[in-house]
Each structure stands twice: as structure tokens, then as C-alpha cells.
């Protein structure tokens, strides 16, 4: 089933009830990570419908009021066996509400109590457009929730950026090979990186965060928003701490352009990321900035392959992921 | 005027407009920390009524459609002067929201664009009540919001819980002097601690984060989430790096003590703040959640002023902010 005929099915499923009235985007760690750009979108484009993006095992131990007949919960996870996120999609139905399911593997735990289930893109899936990388399929969510309920005036454009986002990615991919080597050889010593970035793709700096530097890498991180930067943590930086920035194309560039110039003047040791220069500016401006997420963490990919090569630390090693009860 | 009066006043001026729709929190660094409790009591708390924190700059830049007379917009600045949260009220106001402004500069820049000014008790001020304190009075705030519009159940006891937090805390105070000075002489030559915590608190772990060990003794941090800690960062953690862990009271805690768990077997430098221990739990279960933040950052005063004096480095110091432009 297509995600328009998803939300379709959800959306009248509503009426019944008095109309949808709260989006939740549930998961944990990168998959989590992975909705920011949606819920982003709902909480600055929609006027009523209410939207969060929430930790599962939060979201199950403190469940909203809100959480009724009257909700769409959005799950993710790639295996779909992720406990916390099974448990949430289970208390969502009792609750009554509607549940979308995204995961990577068909007839998982999570399905059995999801409503409707889609799947994403995955690096592996080279011939599969990354229109449907798992931080768009979100936002497609999110942009068919907000046309089909208040109405949503960006989304010819939006369905435009989709036909023009797997040719800006695979090409920012090859863009960025030779860097991302030297990178690699720069950094490979490094103990701490931390990452900057700002609006709908936030989420790109924290995922690169927790899920490649700390989980993949064993290296201390911190993702900073550009905007909170000037506001504390910038008093850490000096000539050897490091900083991955990624430039977002959009409203909230400023922010990065502003962070930007600092480290010019104050670091010595910083990558840009620059969505402008990978050609991002070809999507209308009236949504590009939901399309940042997806260019950033499919970026990153060429950049974590030729770190952990450079490193000599594989980034399927783990010390207690699969290996601990915990 | 009391806060009580400010929200009754809001909410008639909104009737005429069709009711209250949206509550902004907007700030930046700590001061937007500091709304952390009071956007999360919004989100759990309300069905109908909308809440995001957001950073000013970010605000300023990527407006939100639902920014309009229907709106409330909270800003904060300690100084009132704080360029991006003076401009996002400007915005606000401009754009027909009412607004209150929480500063502790009286007839600072803030001030203009501010319907309702209230200030906040700040730690010089030793005769003031800890239910005064900066992160609390955005609860009330919020919590007055909520009972004059949807309507909250647990008013009567959070207003009980107002007149207890302040004994709590002080008594807290006390409680961790020693156990401060121990931490200071443990840790003052780390070059990086972790803060942990969840629910309506974690905002306590981000200050910390930012604001102390960052921007105040230029050590490296992040705050992890205790339910994301165990989907990419608990993978840093080892027998040297050093986490300081708040346990939360109410309905989180279980997630705060499955990551003590954790480092208990594979860690070996941690501090634990607990809020339980520290008396917290004599507030009404049904609003505890909403007196955690308060009560550790109160906590970590005594904390962090051990830690200054340890590693002779005044927490007043600074390399950039007042010295150069940015």
C-alpha cells in the first residue's frame, strides 16, 4: 500500500472519532533520530494538529493523555524487534490509536501491532531511489497527514523534491569521496568529534552523533545545535577540538553561516558539509529544508566507510550491543 | 501581577480570537533549558492545546505558521538582552501573540515587546522560595495555562507541591556539600563528563551540560538521554569515563535506574544525583515529574561551585561571550 493510500485509510478512520488530532513519532536511538525532519516539518507547518518525537521507552512509561482514538503513532524499527518500540506500538493500539510501522524487516515483532507497515530504502538497496530513505518516508508521512487534513500549500513542490532527491544524493555521494579520505586521515586519531547542524535536519547531526561516533566508533560526541551554540558550548572550542558542521540549504542556514564563521576565526579543525554546494538548491524553497536530513546522512555513509577503514574499527563492532543482556 | 492573574488575562484576550491554540517556549542556551519541564508537562498533559520549546534564533528564522493571535509565546533572558530572544519577541508580537516575558532584568530590551514581565528567583537571592526558581515558574505558567483552558486535574496538588519544594531543596543542599567536595576532588582533571537524565528533567542534564561543564569550566560534555542510552551511546562507556546520572522521581525513574544498572556493571566513575533520596518524593506522584529539574539544578549548585574551587577555574570565567563579537 502506498503512504498516500496509508494516510488516507487513517484520515477517514478519524472522522469517526471527531478528526485526527496528534501525529506521535515513536523509536529510539537513529531511528528516532530518523523523524526529526517529520516531526519538524508538522510542528512548523501545521496550524491545529499537534505532533512529538518521542524516546519509546518515554513514551511507555509516561503515555500522553493525548494518546487515543484520536492519534496516529508513527514506530520505527530496523529490525522491528526493538523492545521498547514493540511495547509502544502495543500500547498505542489498546489506546485506540491508528499506528504506522516502518521497518526494514517484513513479519517482524513491531507488525503485529501496526495497522498499516511501509518499508525504506537501506544502503544496501542500491537500485532503490533515496526518495525513500527512512528519514524521507517520514516526511512523506507527515506532508499526506498535514495535505489531507488542514491542506498543505508546499506540496507540489514537495512531490516535485521527491522525483529530484535520489539525483542530488548519488551525486553529493561521489562529490564527496576524496574528502571524506582525507577525513578520515585527519581525524582517525581524534577522541572527541563533535557535530553541528540546525532545523528539519538536527536529526543528521545527532544520528552521526550517537550512531556512528559513540555506538560504531567508541568516540566521545555531542551534537550542537548552531543556534544553541553561541549560548555555551561554544566557550569549548579552540584550535584541536574538532567539529563535523553540516550547512543546511534553507530558513534556517543563517544559523550554520553564523557557526560557520566562528570556527573559521576560533577552530582550526572543522568539516563543512554544505547541502548549497551538493546542489540541494535545485528542490523548491518552500521545502528543501525537509530534504536536508536524508543529503546529510547519506553523505555521512561515505564519510563513516572511509573513517572506520582508516581506523581499522569495522562499524558492525560493538562491546555490548548483541553481546550483553542489558 | 501574580502569574495566576497574567494567564487569566491571555486566556480572555484569546476568546475573542477563538481560544488559545499554541504555546511557544523560546530562548536560548540555558534559559531555554530552563522551559524544558514546562513544554513537557504541556505535551503529556494536553489533548487539545498545543507547546514547543524552541531556540530563539531558530524561531526568528523558520517562523512557525501557528505563530498568530492565537498564540502564547513565553520568551526568557536572564539579562534581557540576549539579541535572538529580544528579535523572536518582536516577531511574536508582531505577529499578534500575546507575550511573557520571564527576566531578571527589570525594564531590559526584553521588556518592550513583553505583555506580562515576571522574574524568577536566581541563587544570589537567598531569601527567595526555590518555587520561584527558573525552571518552575514556566510550569506554573504552563500549568495555569492548562487548568484555565482544558482543564488539570492535578492542580490542587501541584500548587501543594509549590509549597514544599522549597524545604526540599534546601534540605537537598545540605545533603550533597560533602558529597560535592568528593566529586570536585574525583573528577577536576577529567577532560570530559557526561550528564544523564530523562522525562520532564532532562532539561537539568542539558544545562549542565552546556552551560556548566562547557561554557563554565570548558570541559568536554553531552547529555544522553537515559532511554537513548542504550541505542548508540552506551557503546563509549567504559571503566574512565565519567557520567554524572540524575535519578528522577515519578514516572520515568525506571528508565534512569535501567541505566544505572548498566554502569554499575560496566562503568566505574559515576556520580549519582537521586531525587528520591533527596526527599522529592513527599510532592504528590501525580506532579512529582514537574519538581525534578528544580530540584537538581539547585542541586548541582552546590555541585558545581565544589568544582570551580577544586579546579581553580571561576565559573564566571569565559574565552569569547563578553569579549568578542560573534
Redesign the interface.
Known amino acids: 500500500m502506498e503512504i498516500k493510500e496509508m494516510v488516507e485509510a487513517v484520515c477517514e478512520a478519524k472522522k469517526e472519532v471527531g478528526g485526527l ?2 501525529v506521535y513519532f515513536v523509536a ?5 533520530g530518523a523523524f526529526y525532519s517529520a516531526n519538524y516539518f508538522l ?6 494538529l ?1 505532533s ?1 518525537a518521542v ?4 513514551f511507555v ?2 503515555a ?3 494518546l ?1 482514538e484520536r492519534a496516529l503513532v508513527v514506530v520505527c524499527s530496523h529490525g522491528g524487534d ?1 523492545p ?1 518500540t514493540v511495547k509502544a506500538a502495543e500500547l498505542a493500539k489498546k489506546r485506540g490509536a491508528s499506528v504506522i510501522g516502518m521497518t526494514y524487516t517484513p513479519g517482524s515483532p513491531l507488525t503485529e501491532f501496526c495497522d498499516y507497515v511501509t518499508d525504506y530504502k537501506f544502503r544496501t538497496d542500491l537500485d532503490r531511489s533515496f526518495a525513500e530513505d527512512k528519514a524521507l518516508v517520514p516526511v512523506t508521512i507527515a506532508v499526506e497527514v498535514l495535505r489531507q487534513t488542514e491542506g498543505f500549500a508546499g506540496y507540489e513542490a514537495y512531490v516535485d523534491g521527491l522525483k529530484k532527491i535520489d539525483g542530488i544524493v548519488r551525486h553529493a555521494q561521489e562529490q564527496v569521496k576524496e574528502r571524506a579520505l582525507r577525513f578520515a586521515e585527519t581525524y582517525k586519531d581524534d577522541k ?1 568529534i563533535y557535530t553541528m547542524g ?2 528539519a535536519s538536527y536529526g543528521a547531526a545527532y544520528i552521526q ?3 556512528i561516533y ?3 566508533q ?6 550542537i ?1 548552531t ?2 551554540y ?8 579552540d584550535r584541536n ?1 574538532p567539529f563535523l558542521i553540516q550547512m543546511s540549504e534553507g ?2 542556514r ?2 550554520d553561516e ?1 557557526a560557520l ?2 570556527l573559521k576565526k ?1 577552530a582550526a579543525r572543522y568539516e563543512v558539509v554544505d547541502a548549497k554546494e551538493l546542489g540541494l538548491s535545485t528542490i523548491d524553497a518552500s521545502v528543501v ?1 525537509y530534504f536536508n536530513q536524508t543529503l546529510f546522512t547519506c553523505v555521512y555513509d561515505i564519510y563513516n566507510a572511509a573513517f572506520a577503514e582508516a581506523r581499522k574499527h569495522p562499524l558492525s563492532v ?4 548483541w553481546k ?1 543482556s ?1
Open positions: 488530532r496528534q529510539c536511538g537513529g531511528s528516532l510542528q512548523r507547518e501545521a496550524v491545529g499537534r512529538a524516546n519509546s521507552n518515554e512509561h509516561e500522553p493523555s493525548a487515543d526493538t521498547e572527541i540546525s532545523g552523533s550517537i550512531c559513540m555506538e560504531m567508541w568516540v566521545n560526541s555531542s551534537s545545535h543556534g544553541e553561541f549560548h555555551g558550548p561554544f566557550e569549548i572550542t577540538v530558513r534556517t543563517e544559523l553564523r564563521r566562528f576560533y529544508d560493538r562491546r555490548y550491543m550483553v542489558y
